[in-house]
């Protein structure tokens, strides 16, 4: 599988894990069946069927396996084919994984990580369709990382299983998991903390998460021909993002965006907006805005999830109304598109 | 005779070392919950004398017992419960989070029924790294088997056939409450629909008797190489949590502990137990005073150990 796409970059990836780490693990439901997690640990039972793990219906124990598996030497990578069961590990992420290595002194360490895969798009649902990314993001000894494109899977999987010791979440965006890439900047330095500056821009900061990376890219494309300059910045590690560059930029531009693919409250875009707040306020030129799901749970018919989910359109919209200063911005929009029908690959059943 | 003298010491030595805490408890010098074991230590001495050092045992949140049977070092116990930078685990985890890597006891967790997987986990991982005759032990007690996660880890540790001992400390109290009120299932057919083998022992204040009875189900684990269950009847003395007795507050009968207590051998004092007193006291005052004389932690090291 091409290396440039996002799902051939993770099956890359878990085939370097197995490959290269003898003590990794896979396991989770549906990674040894015919689909094989779409396609991203397809092969590998049939070339290491000790270590790929069928795991039965029960999350909560078997989160608690990997740290126990962990504790003895191995590295689990466990799967979660949505985010939102991974709401059933909660008690042994955030009692037991997040805790071992500080509640006992340094005695112990779990490395192991986590894949959650965001659902969007044909009806996911309000089951199917959560971006949990802050709720674990608060939790002091966990990493929670969001890659956004291939370069920043090879590179951040690569790290996370070499050489972090501690539990690593990977928040994977299902919508982007057809796509090809072009090459963008490279993954930051210690690949599963800090962030990516993915083009540089004058008039507004965008500081995007996961597949609003991709829309925030289309907007700022978009707005050069309308003469409005953006700087996109994809945040990428969640728990331990690039603050020093995401305070240059909106010291430079005065004008932040934030565009996250979870709820506004409590989240991604309340965090950054604290910690400029917390450095220098007057930084910002005009009061910043966030783009986030509307606050409800993910509905199923797509005229709905269409107003539900924020879009090129509304990143166009708020980044020009914050260039401009007003409302009635003057610059003309693009066409209202849903994402799905603008990544037209994405058609069900998933 | 010689080996029955060396449990009855082990027991003499975790009782007295809970009788220094429950005489400390008042002076503030551990300032964190205590779970005490009174009552309850011949199960782990017991079941402990049949571990070996490659052998691992997932605690929980009244784990002195366990602790001590296991090697643990006593000064950097009396460390930890007292917040001091030698404890085990720098003062970070108290007495509800015992660990003693060194001597196979894995860290306790205070969610109830929660290190069971860990258990599993590190026992897949063996079979993994091909570690032959290795026993994970699985130690909890009556309410964890109400837990989801218990049943989901019987089912796994069965379906890959993993070294584990579900081992089961039956008080008959969760908090306080007994099993009548929260179990509508029978433990011994639970457990044995998922095909374990399941031992059963009453007399769980004799420690001999749990060294000989445990044994079968231990070598069982190691030999064979898969899960077993062992439930041993217990009693704790003291309340669920704190240094006193709540006899008072009616929700269990003092009449009825009382006639446990007259089978405890450590309540019947013997030669035997009675020359090790004095021993273990000094011993117990030695490691008192290392925990009081040892430094507190620092700020530096309140954000060491996150990540």
Redesign the interface.
Known sequence: MSSNSYRGALAIAMRRAMEDHEHTFIIGQGVTDFKGLFGTTSGLFERYPSRVIEAPLAEDSVAGICIGSALNGMYPINTHIRADFGLLIFNQLINLAAKYRYMFGGLFEVPMMMRMIIGRSWGQGAQHSQSLQSLLAHIPGLVVVMPATPQSILASYRYAIAEHRGPVIMFEHRLMYELEFEDGPPAPEVPIFGSRLERAGDDVTVVATSVMLLEAKRAAQYLEKQGVSVEVIDLHSISHPDYGMVLESVRKTGKLLVADTSWAAYGVSAEINRVINETDPSMLKAPSVSLAMQPAPCPTAKVLEDFYYPDVYDLVDAAARLHIGRREHGVPLPPKQSMRDYYKHFKGPF | MKERRSLLFQCLRIRLVEEKIIELYPTDLIQSPVHLSIGQEAVAVGVCANLLPQD?V?INYRGHAFYLARGGPLPEFFSELMGRRT???????GSM?L?A?ARGV??A?A?VA?????????????K??K?SGRV?VANFGDGATEQ??FH??L??AA?HRLPVLFLCEDNGLAVHTSAADRQAFSLERLVTSYGLAYFDLAEGYDPERVREYSHQAVEEVRRECRPVFLRIKTARYREHVGPGEDFHAGYRSAGEMNLWKAKDPLLHPSAITEEYRREISLEIEEAVKFAVESPVPTEEDLL????
């Open positions: 691992w997932f404890g085990l685990s720098k003062g970070k985890a989070h660990a890597p894995i860290g967790s969610v929660s290190t069971i997987p860990h258990a599993v986990g590190a026992a897949l991982a063996a993994m790294k570690q994970f989801g996660v989901e880890s089912n796994f379906l060491t150990d996150v990540i």
